[in-house]
């Protein structure tokens, strides 16, 4: 028996158009993407145009049909985590922009201080020290020393009335904070220090995280804030 070959005619036209893309690498771009209705016409050209004494096998249809609304449902669901991410993004963005204005304590040595306010701080020791000295400076020099006669391991929180040695009110600005004490083999031992400063601007990072620029001019991640004030 002879080979069936079918006759090309006009019938054909989606069908040798769709081979055609499928050797042409310009137009299989991304951005040609096949959906489930495209699928749906190439396999109906497929199966009037096949050869009767070779038909297709119809499971096969069916199996990549599956796949292809699997397929689409899956891209589906993708935007709409894509969407419901962009909006979690964007809500915490307005959240992080409320802060702005508003007092933030994080690790450093650089503070905003308010004259005639106290400015708090804390101490942070992972070992018990004795004579702890706390030295409050600005761009001149020296303004103020603290003495504390021991604090435990741990946190300690310090006042500064915002007076210099000589109880002179010291004006608004950035201030530095350094302390020290003795530890238990009378060695000199920093201390870590936890500042307020006032948040002036809120950042977005291209990964969706947050940095906020404060007063002392420090830029500082959202998630190293440890307390917010008014």
């Given at each position: 028996?002879?080979?069936?070959?079918?006759?090309?005619?006009?019938?054909?036209?989606?069908?040798?158009?769709?081979?055609?893309?499928?050797?042409?690498?310009?137009?299989?771009?991304?951005?040609?993407?096949?959906?489930?209705?495209?699928?749906?016409?190439?396999?109906?050209?497929?199966?009037?145009?096949?050869?009767?004494?070779?038909?297709?096998?119809?499971?096969?249809?069916?199996?990549?049909?599956?796949?292809?609304?699997?397929?689409?449902?899956?891209?589906?669901?993708?935007?709409?985590?894509?969407?419901?991410?962009?909006?979690?993004?964007?809500?915490?963005?307005?959240?992080?922009?409320?802060?702005?204005?508003?007092?933030?304590?994080?690790?450093?040595?650089?503070?905003?201080?308010?004259?005639?306010?106290?400015?708090?701080?804390?101490?942070?020791?992972?070992?018990?020290?004795?004579?702890?000295?706390?030295?409050?400076?600005?761009?001149?020099?020296?303004?103020?020393?603290?003495?504390?006669?021991?604090?435990?391991?741990?946190?300690?929180?310090?006042?500064?009335?915002?007076?210099?040695?000589?109880?002179?009110?010291?004006?608004?600005?950035?201030y530095s904070l350094t302390a020290y004490?003795?530890?238990?083999?009378?060695?000199?031992?920093?201390?870590?220090?936890?500042?307020?400063?006032?948040?002036?601007?809120?950042?977005?990072?291209?990964?969706?995280?947050?940095?906020?620029?404060?007063?002392?001019?420090?830029?500082?991640?959202?998630?190293?804030?440890?307390?917010?004030?008014?």
């Amino acid at each position: 028996m002879a080979d069936y070959f079918p006759d090309i005619t006009t019938g054909n036209a989606d069908y040798l158009e769709a081979m055609q893309q499928a050797s042409n690498p310009s137009s299989s771009a991304p951005s040609n993407v096949m959906g489930q209705a495209d699928f749906l016409r190439l396999l109906t050209t497929q199966l009037q145009n096949q050869d009767p004494s070779k038909p297709m096998d119809p499971t096969a249809f069916v199996t990549d049909l599956t796949q292809m609304s699997q397929l689409e449902a899956t891209t589906n669901m993708n935007d709409s985590i894509l969407a419901m991410t962009q909006s979690f993004q964007n809500l915490q963005t307005m959240q992080a922009a409320s802060i702005i204005g508003k007092n933030v304590q994080v690790s450093g040595e650089d503070f905003s201080h308010v004259q005639d306010q106290t400015s708090q701080f804390r101490l942070n020791s992972d070992s018990a020290l004795t004579d702890v000295t706390i030295v409050v400076s600005d761009d001149n020099g020296v303004v103020k020393e603290l003495s504390i006669p021991s604090m435990q391991a741990g946190e300690k929180t310090v006042d500064w009335n915002g007076l210099d040695n000589v109880d002179v009110s010291k004006p608004s600005g950035v201030y530095s904070l350094t302390a020290y004490g003795t530890n238990a083999d009378g060695d000199l031992q920093s201390i870590d220090t936890v500042v307020a400063s006032r948040v002036n601007s809120v950042g977005v990072n291209s990964d969706g995280t947050m940095t906020l620029t404060l007063a002392t001019g420090e830029r500082v991640a959202m998630d190293t804030v440890r307390e917010i004030s008014g």
